[in-house]
């Protein structure tokens, strides 16, 4: 379980370890971990629960006192002008779950479902929303029990909540519609996969049903997600690079501290440390950068890693930031506060919508520069230094320091192809991110009858960055793959121990390509090491405290 869980994390009795939410510290990583570990369960403490009951108190108030208040005993939307009597009150909630779930597409993932669940119970712990006790245990109980709803992944436009999701989320826990059955692992008639866990429905009350689909935890949820992931790739990238930077031998005065210190961005700053942990220097010696000549300047895709790796990981700080608040945001409306009830637009998504658009750019950028480290270890002409002047005939030859074309056994060109192809696909995935990185939020659209006139798009925005995420550990994987079998050219000479380690990992899981094989399997593998293994850890024995 993720370190930041470790605040308010406690092992129950009966075994699952059990983070306890309250409304104002869940970390984008405590979110993921709800999709990754399905022993950590969740419960609320006493003060979230006190806010809950405080809350309900007041709307249950408004309706003893006969008075009218928005989404309580009103219409929604363009109907917020309707008065309704009590009697018709749950048929109200009611109706308005079923109207809502109108989305397509494909279904959330369960481990997604799980995030959104999570993340939408911690939000109504912050006690601004009128809900029940008894709503939020059952919650809880489906959440622990892992008995998920059916979500399609389209149809919000993220403003006024993410009205579709999450009234799919809210439909299954009714027992109408599919839920997962962790049992069978099939999608099934909710209300039998509730009672086969020993599970109640949820039944509405007033104010019940828009408490649950006013928020923007969708687009937060995925967005939470994708950070998530991304941040391990900028470190993760940093490995990366540093294979490449050994078997392309190229420049490390590049990352020079003076360097960083005279543009003290922070990323800038950090990324650089990375390369001199990794990279040749006296105490951390490289046989192959003690071997060869090397450019007075290498190329910028080379040169320039502290700026480019650092600037998206400035970018993902920034992002972070953002998706923490959000994730201990109120996002109601109305919203409960003491004894008053205010109307207002926190449900609007223009926050998470923008992180995840932010995130797209970022990230994208780290895909960008690794596809073209890949293209200098294919170009027999780049792939190599440039230290040769016709003039000089005493200078070194310079071909005898590059690696063969395509990375290809020489003996075997023409009639094996290497990596030509590997590299065609991290190009492609590429060119795929620069379209995918057109920000979602520029776009808005106005919907229900001109009352929701803006809206954030961040539906689309979240389910993006995640596809953008998804390409970029792609690329680093293959330009991993690339990189060690450059280095398997340059042997017997040894890159720097860090770097050695790092080449180990990657040939357990995959041998040196001696001649033209099934690449896709290989090519999945190394993703799953980008993903899951830590190469800091690799490399270093531990992860360093300054990375």
Request: charged share 20%.
């Amino acid at each position: 379980v993720h370190g930041d869980l470790s605040r308010s994390l406690f092992m129950a009795a009966s075994g699952p370890r059990v983070l306890v939410l309250d409304g104002e510290s869940l970390t984008p990583e405590d979110v993921y971990s709800f999709s990754r570990d399905t022993n950590l369960h969740i419960a609320l403490d006493d003060a979230a629960w006190q806010r809950v009951d405080d809350s309900r108190r007041v709307v249950d108030s408004i309706l003893d006192d006969g008075k009218v208040a928005y989404g309580i005993n009103t219409g929604f939307g363009n109907f917020a002008s309707v008065v309704l009597p009590n009697e018709k009150l749950t048929e109200l909630q009611e109706n308005l779950i079923r109207s809502h779930a109108a989305g397509v597409g494909a279904p959330l993932s369960w481990q997604r479902t799980r995030m959104f669940l999570g993340l939408r119970i911690n939000v109504l712990a912050k006690g601004h929303s009128g809900i029940r006790r008894v709503t939020i245990e059952k919650m809880i109980r489906a959440f622990n029990a892992c008995c998920l709803s059916y979500i399609p992944d389209k149809g919000t436009v993220g403003a006024s909540g993410d009205l579709a999701p999450l009234s799919h989320l809210a439909l299954g826990l009714m027992g109408e519609g599919e839920m997962w059955n962790p049992t069978s692992c099939a999608y099934e008639p909710a209300a039998a996969v509730l009672a086969a866990h020993g599970l109640e429905p949820i039944e509405l009350k007033a104010k019940e049903g828009l408490a649950l689909i006013n928020g923007a935890q969708f687009i937060t949820c995925l967005a939470c997600e994708a950070y998530v992931r991304a941040k391990r790739l900028v470190f993760q990238g940093s490995v990366v690079a540093a294979v490449s930077m050994e078997a392309l031998r190229g420049v490390t005065t590049a990352f020079d501290k003076r360097i960083g210190e005279a543009r003290p961005h922070e990323g800038l700053v950090r990324v650089a440390r990375h390369m001199r942990t990794l990279l040749h220097s006296e105490s951390n010696r490289s046989e192959i950068y003690e071997s060869c000549p090397h450019n007075v300047q290498d190329a910028y895709s080379m040169r320039c890693i502290p700026q480019v790796h650092g600037a998206v990981l400035d970018m993902l700080e920034f992002v972070g930031s953002l998706l923490e608040t959000e994730c201990n945001s109120g996002t109601d409306n109305p919203m409960v506060f003491g004894t008053d009830i205010i109307s207002g637009g926190n449900f609007h998504g223009e926050y998470p919508a923008k992180a995840a658009d932010y995130l797209a750019v970022a990230i994208s950028e780290l895909a960008s520069i690794s596809e073209r480290r890949i293209e200098r270890m294919m170009n027999k002409s780049l792939n190599g230094p440039s230290v040769i002047s016709d003039k000089d005939p005493n200078a070194p030859n310079a071909a005898r320091y590059h690696l063969p074309a395509f990375l290809v056994e020489p003996g075997l060109q023409g009639l094996c192809s290497g990596f030509m192809i590997a590299h065609c696909t991290a190009a492609a995935l590429v060119s795929e991110n620069k379209v995918l990185v057109h920000p979602a939020s520029a776009d808005s659209i106005t919907t229900s009858a001109g009352q929701e006139d803006h809206v954030s798009m961040g539906g689309f925005a979240a389910r993006k960055a995640i596809a953008v995420v998804e390409h970029s550990e792609h690329v680093l994987a293959i330009e991993l793959l690339c990189a060690v079998q450059a280095l398997d050219f340059l042997l017997p000479l040894k890159p720097t121990a860090p770097l050695q380690r790092v080449y180990a990992h990657v040939r357990a899981a995959m041998p040196t390509f001696t001649k033209d094989e099934y690449m896709k399997p290989h090519l999945d593998r190394l993703a799953e090491v980008v993903r899951q293994s830590d190469l800091w850890e690799v490399a270093m024995g531990s992860r360093p405290e300054d990375l």
